[in-house]
DNA sequence: AAGTTTTATATCGTTTACGATGCAAATATA
DNA sequence: TATATTTGCATCGTAAACGATATAAAACTT
């Protein structure tokens, strides 16, 4: 066969399993406060900016907004958000923090350290996470349209 | 706000969105085939070596079964593969290619190809991609355990 | 102003993922 | 050999993802 329909030669998988397996490495940090790591994406981008809209959420995580708003619907009634009609434009959906989703900044404050340590190796350090992270933000520009 | 919770200092937003974007570009490329991603990845499991137990290709994909399992029904309900009881061990499934699934190999083999160049630019280049490739396997080896 | 198009969000259906749990076959142990 | 443990797979429940489609509000066009 040939090698380029190997597993082993695919850049896809690779993104595929690192994801999943970095995502599953959040998880014991982040279910003991309710949240799932998706959900800890929205927290992020309302502790930037309060009051967005479903579809400015959804253009920073480069989402869907049917992904984007039963996620929110979910946090919404866990508390962590509250989703009203906006004033100028009745069409869209304001998102705000609650105190409570607010609060989680907080608690988490600690999460990102945790995360980096796990990652890094032999040839994934500080020197050289720049250039990991150059690499996939090209990716990432080159695949959205 | 403290920078290390600024969602464009995480590594892993951008495995999560390259990995999503990535595999989106391969959609157009294998619904026409009948075909998901995770369905593409168990086909080239199976090409490279046929008549596997479901632990083995959950252990390869690195997924657990119970992802597998109903992955494999379905592709048995699209006539790719066989699923029948293990004869030394009562307790496994193997699962076999089909003729039809060994079939989209050959109609599959200019996939790699294509989805290569989507991703080649400024930073990631047939030069670049074993550095990307060594990153990327030193952060799956360390995460699962 | 009436009609058309666009935009913002939501709904629906299908397919992953995955933690938790169940069950039967195989293996290990007493 | 009887019992306990492990193993391989399956089932269940929940939460993403996302293509396709629907709906209402806004913006644009005539």
Redesign the interface.
Known sequence: ??D????D??????????????????HPLLSGHGLT?PQY?VL??L??KDAMPVNDIAK???LETNTVTPLLKRMESDGLVTRSKGRDDARQMIVRLTPKGLGL?EK??C???K??S???????TPD??P??????????????R
Chains 1, 2 share one sequence.
């Open positions: 066969m040939q380029n329909l190997k597993l030669n695919q850049l896809c998988f690779r993104l595929y399993t690192a994801s999943r397996l970095l995502t599953q490495a959040y790591y994406l992020m981008v502790w930037e920073r995580l480069l900044q988490l404050s999460v990102p350290e995360l980096g796990a990652v890094i190796c032999d040839s994934v050289t996470i250039t990991l992270f150059k690499m996939l933000d090209d990716i990432i520009l080159k695949l959205k």
